[in-house]
């Protein structure tokens, strides 16, 4: 547990807009990492929500950072009070006609992350010019003014990992986020493009839904298809599971599974499923790690097979020394 790389923004465009307070200390409580704050001014997109007034409302309602979306067409104008706000990070979209590095500069001056987020049909060429003042990259994938809208897969697929190469200037904390649509369907696809954030917006405010459900599906299913992209789209083995190598009486299992361990790899001796021996005990099972089924195989199947033969000798001459004990009955 605790081992994911994914990270969930709640956006809270989807709340209860009367009661921000408490979709902040809810969304908290569910296990979001962030909270994504969409700033809409009804001209750069056709839809208006909050402003500084409403983040520096619900900044010491949380502890989790405050990541500000703005989609409103004169960031510049307005940056100092966002800064002023609380906000941890600030994006704002590449498409405005004012100028984009004064804006980047001071957001970093003031020690703040700094992002670009890039609408469904800007090609990320557009942010060639600012990548070395970049913190964030916001990839959209619906349409930027309203949630609850379709995801668009191959926007994500074009994107997302490229976004990656815009930041290899900054060694650690940079983060590729996607935003738009983002939910338990397209949850495993982003997080094989290898997505840090997602941001979920409607998702998370349906009536009647579990939301801390929704946000461990949707970060365990981020995290599958991260695990799958790293194995080449083969399903990822679980670490946890173990396989059977080798069914052996109770003393050559013990001996066997020294030889094994003595290699650095972990036995576990069960008393499984193998068959009855003479003595009236069953085979052992000695299991190994699913992840280095492989390995073990190419260093012990001889052993094995040696093992198995020593086996078969023990049985029959303890048969002839003892007679067979009937298996107890279970
Ligand atoms: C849309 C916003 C998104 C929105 C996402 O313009 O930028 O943050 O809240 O909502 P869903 O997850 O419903 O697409
Ligand atoms: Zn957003």
Known sequence: MGTG???????????????????????????????????????????????????????????LPLDAHLMISEPGRFIDEYIEAGCDSITFHVEIDEPIEPTLRAIRAAGRAAGLAVRPATPLTAL???????????????????????????????????????????????????????????????????????????????????????????????????????????????????????????????QFMREIEAGGVPVIPLRGSGGFNPDGVRDYDLMVPATVEELVEERHADDRARYEADAERWREEYAREHGWTDPPNL
């Open 5 to 63: 790389r994914a990270r969930i923004a709640a956006s809270i465009l989807d709340a209860d807009h009367s009661n921000m307070a408490y979709a902040v200390r809810r969304a908290e409580k569910e296990g979001a990492d962030r909270i994504h704050i969409d700033v809409m001014d009804g001209h750069f997109v056709p839809n208006l929500t909050f402003g500084p007034k409403m983040i520096e409302g619900i900044r010491p309602r949380t502890e």
């Open 128 to 254: 060639e010019p600012y990548r070395h003042l970049l913190d964030i990259i916001l990839v959209m994938t619906v349409e930027p003014g309203f949630g609850g809208q379709s995801f668009m897969r191959d926007v994500a697929k074009e994107k997302l990992l490229a976004a990656r190469e815009y930041l290899t200037h900054k060694v650690h904390g940079a983060e590729v986020h996607v935003d738009g649509g983002v939910n338990r369907e397209s949850a495993e696809l982003v997080g094989g493009l290898g997505v840090d954030i997602l941001v979920v917006g409607s998702a998370l405010w349906i009536k009647g839904h579990d939301m801390g459900r929704e946000i461990r599906l949707v970060k365990a299913l981020a995290d599958e298809g991260y695990q799958y992209c790293l194995n080449d789209g083969k399903p990822p083995i679980p670490r946890d599971k173990m396989v059977t190598f080798a069914q052996l009486p109770k003393h050559l299992a013990w």
